[in-house]
C-alpha cells in the first residue's frame, strides 16, 4: 500500500518544507500511474515461436548441448489440456501409461507440439499453447474430449534425446 508519508520518508529530492507536500502528492500519482500500468502491460514470459502461433514457457531448464532436432528420436512425458475446460485429456504419467517416444520435425505429431519441442534439452520442461489451427483444427479429437477448435495446453519434459545417425 503507498502512503504519502512513507513515499515523502524515503524521496532523496532535499526540497524546502513548503514544496515537500505538493512535490510527495505528485510523486505519489505518478507512482499510481505506473503501478496502473505495469498491470495493464503483458508480463508473460511466453516465447513464439517464428513462423507458428503456439507459444511455450520454460517452467524447468534443461541440461547439457544436445538438443531437440528435426529428425532425432526424442522421448517425453507429456500432459495435454484443453483450455476451454481444463479438462486432462492424456497424460504419460497415468497409471498404465508410459513415455512417449517419436521422431521430432517430421509432423509424426500435431504442429504445435512438433515445433514447440525442437531446440529442447534433456530435463527441460515447457508448457505448450497450441492453437486450434496447430492442434486438432475445426475437428477437434472428440474421442479424447478434444472441442472443434480446441485451445491445447501441453506439458512437456524431455526424457531423452537421440540424434539421426546421418547427422552426427
Known amino acids: 500500500t503507498l502512503s504519502l508519508s512513507?513515499?515523502?520518508?524515503?524521496?532523496?529530492?532535499?526540497?524546502?518544507?513548503?514544496?515537500?507536500?505538493?512535490?510527495?502528492?505528485?510523486?505519489?500519482?505518478?507512482?499510481?500511474?505506473?503501478?496502473?500500468?505495469?498491470?495493464?502491460?503483458?508480463?508473460?514470459?511466453?516465447?513464439?515461436?517464428?513462423?507458428?502461433?503456439?507459444?511455450?514457457d520454460v517452467i524447468a531448464e534443461g541440461e547439457g548441448t544436445l538438443l531437440v532436432q528435426p529428425k532425432a528420436s526424442v522421448t517425453v512425458h507429456a500432459t495435454g489440456i484443453v483450455a476451454e475446460t481444463g479438462k486432462k485429456f492424456?497424460?504419460?504419467?497415468?497409471?498404465?501409461?508410459?513415455?512417449?517416444?517419436?521422431?521430432?520435425?517430421v509432423k509424426a505429431v500435431i504442429v504445435g507440439w512438433d515445433q514447440g519441442v525442437l531446440g529442447m534439452k534433456k530435463?527441460?520442461?515447457?508448457?505448450?499453447t497450441i492453437p486450434a489451427d496447430e492442434g486438432y483444427g475445426k475437428r477437434g479429437f472428440p474421442a479424447w474430449g478434444i472441442p472443434?477448435?480446441?485451445?491445447?495446453?501441453?506439458?512437456?519434459?524431455?526424457?531423452?534425446?537421440?540424434?539421426n545417425k546421418s547427422e552426427l
Open 6 to 56: 512513507s513515499f515523502c520518508s524515503a524521496s532523496p529530492i532535499t526540497l524546502p518544507p513548503s514544496a515537500r507536500p505538493q512535490h510527495c502528492a505528485i510523486m505519489l500519482r505518478i507512482l499510481r500511474l505506473v503501478s496502473l500500468l505495469a498491470l495493464c502491460v503483458d508480463l508473460s514470459t511466453s516465447i513464439e515461436l517464428p513462423g507458428f502461433k503456439t507459444t511455450y
Open 123 to 128: 530435463g527441460e520442461k515447457r508448457e505448450l
Open 148 to 163: 472443434p477448435d480446441g485451445t491445447l495446453n501441453f506439458e512437456i519434459e524431455v526424457l531423452s534425446i537421440t540424434p
Open 90 to 105: 492424456w497424460s504419460t504419467k497415468d497409471p498404465g501409461q508410459k513415455p512417449f517416444s517419436y521422431t521430432a520435425g
